[in-house]
Every structure is written in structure tokens, then in C-alpha cells.
């Protein structure tokens, strides 16, 4: 043992390598493996974005910024929420852009939590936020959402924040969401703000999947509670970017004057080149993620229907690209030896619930980010596997 092991902050002990990731690793050796595991688009860059980072890198875009980002890509951001979500920010003091949204998350918690803070997330919750917060030395608090049909209500907030009082410092709300795909329509998002503005708690609002909404236009939480929400996006999902890592925090000045230094000591600013890729995104390619959202609706309907079909109670996804489905009574509710069962057998490897966190035990999370003949060869192994139980 190194002599310095138990030197490190302790914080660090208390997190892992997310179980996406550990388990998407154990089953990849597996010949013939068909994965339907990692949240990321299978489509590529739209041609024109690609050749505006082309261009960038030769005009020689490869200095810094400033640490909130170019101001063209601040106005095309803001320009793009307005236009698309009826939020309005100010680019030049309401704006940042950060290394993907994982960035902004991180930005955004460290600057505002303290050791003892409580932070609710409305459970199953993306597995990504609580390491985080344990890192910040504050504590999660889990919300069970499974009887709500995975919808956070209002009573829920009101029953947390009597249990926890003042030591909630923060909420953080994903829609669409992952794992479970859905999203939250107006009339929720308006009950959830008028809710949540009875108590001084900071609204961070996941919304990195806002342009993958099949059913109706996204609604932001900022519309209707902008002086308490952290407004979270970036261009990952939307314009199949996840290597460029361009994401934004969009807030009311008073809190981005706060969160900038924070990210400022975490990466200095965002990538040069990939932030004169995201003007063109946001500007000419304001559109782009339509045609990848019609595909993605094709293939959420196919995989929805074959899956209860075979006796699978699926939360019905309105957005992102997941499916998250109740185990089959017969097979129990170990998720994590189902799919690894499955994976052994019948070489398909989807992600158990328990990754989402323990209301997350039971079921089971398809990505539908892949094409319809790799969902239809998928849903061919998965009857495979439970009809021969």
C-alpha cells in the first residue's frame, strides 16, 4: 500500500466508477455482444458543424477564451432558449458555456452546497449527480417517484422539505430524464415552481435532453421560476456533440457571478475550436435535432410495443432515448443478475435498475440510441431469453 493512500480526502471513498460504466465493462468481452447500455446518440455531427470546427482550427482558433465563453456562442445559446423555450437570459452576464453539462452540474453544486447541505433527487435518478454531491460533503435525499408513475408531485416536495427543513439547499430536476425518459408537461412544471417557491432552495434543472421530447414542446423550468433555477443544457444530445463537450448554465446574474469561479478553477474555459462548432449549431443548425428525434420516436414505439409484449411493464417514455421496464415477476427483482444472465446468454446487455440507485431495483434500462435492425435483433434476443424461462 502506498503510504499516502489514507491521505486522501475522505470524500472520495464514499464514491465509485458509476454501475453503467463498471457493468458496460464486464459484459463488453462477451463475442457477440449486442449493447443497448451507454446513453450516447448513434448518429454523428451534422456535416456543417463539423466543418465550422474545421474552419475554426484553421483560422487558428485554438486560444483561450474567456472563461464564460465566447460572446457569439453566449448570444447563439441565448438566442436558442429563447426562440425554442420562451427563457430569456442576458448572454453577456447570464451565460456560461462549460465542458459539457457535467461540467455545468459540477460548477453549479460545488459553488452553492456546503458540508451538512441536503439535496433531494427525485428517484431513480441519473447516477451522476450523487457522487457530486458526496464529494461536496453534503448528503442526497432520495424521492420516491416509482407510485407517481416517475413524476416528482408536489406533495412529495412539501413532505421532504417537512422532513428535512433548512438543511435543503438544493433540488435537482431532469426532464426528460434519465433513466426513465419522461418528461415533465406544463401544468406539472407549473405546480412543481409554484411548490418550490415557497422554500429558498436552489432549482438545478437537467434539461440536456430538451430538444428529444416526442409528445409536446419542451417546457423549461426556468419559464416559471427563473430567480431560483440553474439552467442546465448543452449540445451532447441535441446535435449529437458528446466528444466536443459544449454544454451551458444559463441563471440569473447574482448566481452566475458565483458559479463562474467555480468554473474557472475547474477547467479555465471550454474548448476554443468546439465553441465556434456550437454558433453554428445553435444558429444555422437550430433544426438539426429534428430529424434525429422523428428516428428516435420510430424506434420508441417498435422497442415499446415488443417489450410489453413480452410482459414488461414499461414506464411509457415521452423524451430522451430510454426505456425503463419492470423485470417480469418470474425472473424476481435482482437486476443486476438478470442482466447479467441475459448478457451471458443470450449476448444482450442492458443496464440493471440498482445503477439508478434503489429505486431503481427491479427494473431494467434500455438505450434506444441504437438502429431499428440492432433494436430488432435486440428485441429477438430478449423474447429469446424470456420465453425460455
Not at 41 to 69: L, W
Request: a negative charge; aromatic letters at 10%.
Amino acid at each position: 500500500m502506498n503510504k499516502l493512500d489514507k491521505r486522501f480526502n475522505p470524500n472520495v471513498y464514499k464514491i465509485a466508477v458509476s454501475l453503467i460504466r463498471q457493468f458496460d465493462e464486464q459484459v463488453s468481452d462477451i463475442p457477440n455482444m449486442l449493447k443497448l447500455t451507454l446513453g450516447e446518440p448513434d448518429f454523428n455531427t451534422p456535416e456543417h458543424v463539423k466543418a465550422a470546427g474545421e474552419q475554426a482550427i484553421r483560422d487558428n482558433y485554438s486560444h483561450y477564451t474567456g472563461m464564460s465563453g465566447l460572446l457569439d456562442v453566449r448570444d447563439a445559446a441565448s438566442q436558442f432558449v429563447a426562440q425554442k423555450y420562451d427563457v430569456h437570459y442576458d448572454s453577456k452576464s447570464e451565460v456560461l458555456v462549460t465542458v459539457g453539462a457535467t461540467e455545468a452540474i459540477s460548477a453549479s453544486l460545488l459553488a452553492i452546497l456546503e458540508p451538512g447541505d441536503k439535496v433531494l433527487l427525485p428517484a431513480p435518478t441519473y447516477p451522476g449527480y450523487e457522487p457530486l454531491i458526496l464529494l461536496a460533503d453534503a448528503e442526497p435525499v432520495y424521492i420516491d417517484t416509482r407510485e407517481s408513475g416517475f413524476v416528482l408531485t408536489p406533495e412529495q416536495i412539501d413532505q421532504a422539505m417537512a422532513e428535512h427543513g433548512d438543511a435543503v439547499k438544493a433540488i435537482i430536476i431532469t426532464s426528460p430524464s434519465n433513466p426513465t425518459g419522461v418528461a415533465y408537461n406544463e401544468e406539472e412544471i407549473k405546480a412543481l415552481a409554484e411548490t418550490l417557491a415557497k422554500y429558498d432552495v436552489f432549482v438545478i434543472s437537467d434539461e440536456i435532453y430538451s430538444e428529444l421530447n416526442y409528445e409536446a414542446q419542451h417546457v423549461s423550468f426556468a419559464k416559471y421560476l427563473r430567480e431560483q433555477t440553474i439552467l442546465i443544457n448543452g449540445l451532447s444530445k441535441s446535435h449529437a456533440m458528446t466528444g466536443w463537450r459544449i454544454g451551458f448554465i444559463f441563471a440569473p446574474e447574482s448566481l452566475t457571478a458565483q458559479i463562474i469561479k467555480v468554473h474557472q478553477y475547474l477547467v479555465t474555459a471550454a474548448a476554443t475550436m468546439s465553441q465556434k462548432a456550437a454558433v453554428r449549431a445553435l444558429i444555422q443548425g437550430m433544426a438539426d435535432g429534428e430529424v434525429m428525434r422523428e428516428e428516435y420516436r420510430k424506434r420508441r414505439d417498435y422497442l415499446y410495443k415488443e417489450m410489453t409484449d413480452m410482459g414488461f411493464e414499461v414506464a411509457r417514455p415521452s423524451g430522451a432515448f430510454y426505456l425503463f421496464a419492470k423485470i417480469p415477476e418470474q425472473f424476481g427483482t435482482d437486476s443486476m443478475a438478470f442482466c447479467l444472465d441475459l448478457a451471458k446468454k443470450n449476448q444482450l446487455a442492458v443496464i440493471p435498475g440498482i445503477a439508478f440507485g434503489e429505486e431503481g431495483e427491479g427494473y431494467i434500462r434500455l438505450s434506444y440510441a441504437a438502429s431499428l435492425e440492432q433494436l430488432t435483433e435486440a428485441a429477438r434476443r430478449l423474447r429469446n431469453y424470456v420465453e425460455s424461462k
